[in-house]
DNA sequence: ACATATATTTCAGATTATGAACTATTCAAG
DNA sequence: CTTGAATAGTTCATAATCTGAAATATATGT
């Protein structure tokens, strides 16, 4: 019985394949991160590119699909390296907004324009497939974004 | 003079898009992976995927980006649960083959099938755009792949 | 005011990944 | 055939990372 079975996922299903692409790039691109900042974890790079404009500790939470306390060892570490600040956010002052340096500003800078090279020299696209890929990337992360944190389950009060 | 340049940074050039999105759907793909299958971690599973016939522990390491006693790690858990033996490869008694296991075969073809599902719910494509995102993904590994650890330059002996 | 919910922090413990040194085998050369 | 250098994989101790539960401070509703 396991033989049509096998035969039938042995060729790798287009799902498979998009997977295991995203896994070599994404393992790809964080290896080249530790070749071209040496005081930065990652996780510090990703909050950094994130932090586009001040943002909420628990949104950056969300929208890096992690729990608060890794946020907030993550803005400790940036803070005191000097590339950010913690300014109470005055619609709610229980939360705080992260706000960019200018130091953090270069950083971010140099960051974005740093991981746009990697992304190209990587990924061996042209800028015709990049464009479509990066709009099917895009599609694909308003789709987690939107769909949130429900797969986690995390606090699920039901 | 940061002006025009965070301005012209500020919008997301396409790669950071498509990086984006890459980081988004390994982030949740990861997550998603917990909620399956209690008793394999993620390099697991990633190495049962991988084996869609016997391969060498060197190709393996190559194939998934990473260095040698991490396989060695990851094969000695799934050769220790049953779901895979070591063979010496007859073309070279220094390497080993890892051969799944009719156990191994089975709980592969339900990673490879849960993965698929979990891509299409993630990703929220269609299944032109997973065949489009899916064909890109390919080109990309395949580039990465050939292009293969110079970046990291590992042991690099010049 | 009071009870409850939310935003973030603290911290200790678990998991994971890594590199350097080691064993076994192959290969090339003399 | 034996020696030396290269390669495949292993071991192990260490470091980096991540998380979850309990705690603090503020907000919201009654």
Redesign the pocket.
Known sequence: MSDDVSARLGRLSPEIQAMMGVYALYWKLEESFDSIETDL???ECHMLIKLDAPK????L?ADML????????T??ALEQAGYLT?QR?PE??????LVLTEQGEEARNMLVATAGELFRSASGLNSDETAVFARLARKIRDNIVKTGIPEGL?KCDS
């Open positions: 974890s990652h996780q909420r500790m628990g949104v939470a992690t729990v608060p306390s890794t946020i907030t060892a803005a400790d913690r956010d709610d002052r229980r939360a705080w907004l995390k």
